[in-house]
């Protein structure tokens, strides 16, 4: 646009009607933008730059179609092309995934954790060794998602998140879930998941260290390194969201709270603590754990 340039050159003295004239342009849309520099179009744009921005930063892993659901969910009208242009124009590129002509691959948002477990799925005391993955299933209303943190000393689920969009956030609340319902200090605690975008994302990892969490991941392509969430997934499976065709996602957000708290905590006994359920073990194994520390 010209008309910046037409103002500078005002400044300077250079008459209007000079520059107008130089450049081709007619006075009177200068006048116009003159009273109101920034029109309706430019004005929409600035703001979908920013909210496309604020969700880049937000997650860095997500490409210019997962950014364009999110401006869209805030209200804002837009194709994917045009997200993909602003975000062309300011870099804003997956940050595991975008090539670039000068350099090979850019590093993944946080570096990943050794694996400390090496699947020993067993803990002595509470709060030593946590395990969390997540899940997905299908709704009429669309995907849902969970995120789910069990202790595998009494393989009670401590802390659990549900969400339509499978995002950092989604992990940092079941952790941030987990730490207030464990009371007690926790650090030093071992949090293992997989190499999911959502465990080394910068926001994952400012929740690992203000809580002192220490993090671990199993390798890249092998499932065996987080068995035992995974099973625990699986009777999920089998219980609850392969049981019917599920019509909102309220319903089974609710059909899996339920089955949580008072099926799987309650009522389920496992053979690995003795014939007893999580909320049980706990119970009875709880004041010998804290006299052992």
């Given at each position: 646009m ?5 103002s500078e050159?005002?400044a300077?003295g ?5 520059s107008c004239r130089?450049l081709?342009i007619?006075?009177?849309?200068y006048y ?6 920034v ?6 744009r ?9 969700a ?5 892993e997500?490409?210019y179609?997962?950014l364009?659901?999110?401006?869209r969910?805030?209200?804002?009208s837009?194709c994917?092309r045009?997200?993909?242009r ?6 804003w590129?997956?940050?595991f995934?975008?090539k670039?002509k000068?350099r090979?691959?850019?590093?993944s948002?946080?570096a990943?954790?050794d ?5 020993d799925?067993t ?7 946590w395990?969390?993955?997540i899940?997905?299933h299908?709704t009429?209303?669309?995907?849902i998602y969970?995120?789910?943190?069990k202790?595998?000393w ?10 339509d969009?499978?995002?950092?956030r989604?992990?940092?609340a ?7 319902r464990r009371s007690q200090?926790?650090a030093?605690?071992i949090l293992?998941t997989d ?11 400012r929740?690992?260290d203000r ?7 199993g390798n ?5 390194d987080?068995?035992a969430?995974e ?11 392969n ?6 996602r ?18 389920r006994?496992?053979t690995?603590?003795n014939k ?8 009875i194994?709880k004041?010998t754990?804290?006299?052992a520390?």
């Amino acid at each position: 646009m010209m008309y910046p340039i037409i103002s500078e050159l005002a400044a300077d003295g250079v008459p209007v009607a000079v520059s107008c004239r130089v450049l081709n342009i007619a006075r009177q849309p200068y006048y116009r933008w003159l009273s109101n520099p920034v029109g309706p179009v430019e004005d929409r744009r600035r703001k979908l730059t920013k909210a496309i921005g604020l969700a880049h930063v937000d997650d860095p892993e997500f490409g210019y179609r997962f950014l364009a659901d999110e401006v869209r969910s805030a209200g804002h009208s837009v194709c994917d092309r045009t997200v993909w242009r602003i975000c062309s124009t300011n870099g804003w590129w997956a940050s595991f995934t975008r090539k670039n002509k000068n350099r090979k691959h850019r590093q993944s948002t946080a570096a990943a954790h050794d694996d400390l477990v090496r699947r020993d799925f067993t803990a002595k005391e509470p709060n030593t060794v946590w395990l969390s993955d997540i899940t997905e299933h299908r709704t009429a209303e669309g995907k849902i998602y969970l995120c789910a943190v069990k202790d595998l000393w009494s393989n009670r689920i401590v802390g659990y998140s549900i969400s339509d969009r499978m995002k950092a956030r989604l992990a940092v609340a079941a952790v941030e879930t987990a730490v207030a319902r464990r009371s007690q200090n926790v650090a030093g605690c071992i949090l293992h998941t997989d190499r999911g975008s959502q465990f080394r994302a910068r926001k994952f990892r400012r929740c690992l260290d203000r809580h002192g969490l220490v993090g671990s991941m199993g390798n890249v392509g092998s499932a065996g390194d987080n068995a035992a969430m995974e099973s625990f997934f699986s009777l999920l499976q089998k219980n609850v969201l392969n049981t019917k065709r599920w019509t909102t996602r309220n319903e089974l957000r609710i059909a899996i709270v339920t089955w949580i708290e008072r099926t799987y905590h309650q009522r389920r006994r496992q053979t690995r603590l003795n014939k007893l359920t999580p909320i049980e073990y706990e119970t009875i194994m709880k004041p010998t754990a804290l006299k052992a520390a």
